[in-house]
């Protein structure tokens, strides 16, 4: 079964600094890899998705992630952040070439202080 | 294009009644997902049905937990005899197919179990 770590409970950061959120997975096969972002009360939104292809992924609100498959991350960033990108944010996965059961992180909670 | 919709956006119940929530995915699609998130915690899968048929129900609890999927109307999760351990946002996604495509999700339904 597959498996999603986020080992960052929160991240602290001031505005306009760069950001950069964990996430490790595991799987014995192949995986397609999401992120997505939770602002308070709200349902989830897709950041970005890695499917195949090139392994830097870029999504909306200026962010980006990079697939490593040796070290089985998928870190999202951004370079400077906004007071707006202050959110929760959850990695997960799908197995590929399966219909989507989708495993979620624990979440990264992204405090950006003014 | 309406988004994933679901309602009520909160429900409270006392302990023993029952909790019907709804989901109605975006226009064409027929897939349908639902997932809880417990307080301070990742979303967990419950459920995938398509149009009339369960495919996979291996993240519902054994008892009290029922989803449908009609072929006409929303998607319906219930709870039966809710407990206070049962209080968490609920979230449905929708896609137009399995694989990899994009999940969308809704906004929630809070339960708040007294």
């Known amino acids: 079964a597959q498996s999603v770590t986020q080992l960052d409970s929160q991240v602290p950061v001031f505005e306009e600094a760069p950001v950069e959120l964990r996430c490790n997975y595991s799987s014995s096969v192949s995986v397609y890899l999401f992120w997505y972002v939770q602002y308070p009360n709200q349902g989830l939104q897709l950041l970005l998705k890695?499917?195949?292809?090139?392994?830097l992924v870029k999504g909306i609100n200026g962010f980006e992630a990079e697939f490593n498959k040796s070290q089985t991350s998928f870190h999202l960033r951004k370079p400077s952040v906004h007071i707006s990108d202050t959110a929760e944010y959850f990695c997960?996965?799908?197995?590929?070439?399966?219909?989507?059961?989708?495993?979620f992180g624990t979440g990264t909670k992204l405090q950006v202080i003014p | 294009n309406a988004g994933v919709m679901q309602n009520p956006r909160h429900l409270v119940r006392r302990r023993g009644q029952e909790a019907r929530l709804r989901c109605s995915p975006m226009k064409g699609h027929s897939h349908v997902y639902w997932y809880r998130q417990l307080p301070e915690e990742g979303l967990k899968f419950m459920v995938y049905l398509q149009k009339e048929n369960i495919i996979d129900e291996s993240g519902m609890p054994k008892e009290r937990f029922s989803a449908e999927f009609p072929k006409e109307g929303p998607s319906i999760l219930r709870i039966q005899q809710v407990v206070r351990g049962d209080s968490a946002a609920y979230f449905c996604?929708?896609?137009?197919?399995?694989?990899?495509?994009?999940?969308?999700f809704g906004p929630g339904t809070r339960l708040t179990v007294l």
């Open positions: 997960a996965v799908i197995l590929s070439g399966g219909y989507q059961k989708v495993t």
């Open positions: 996604a929708s896609s137009p197919s399995g694989g990899e495509d994009t999940q969308y």
């Open positions: 890695y499917l195949s292809g090139s392994t």
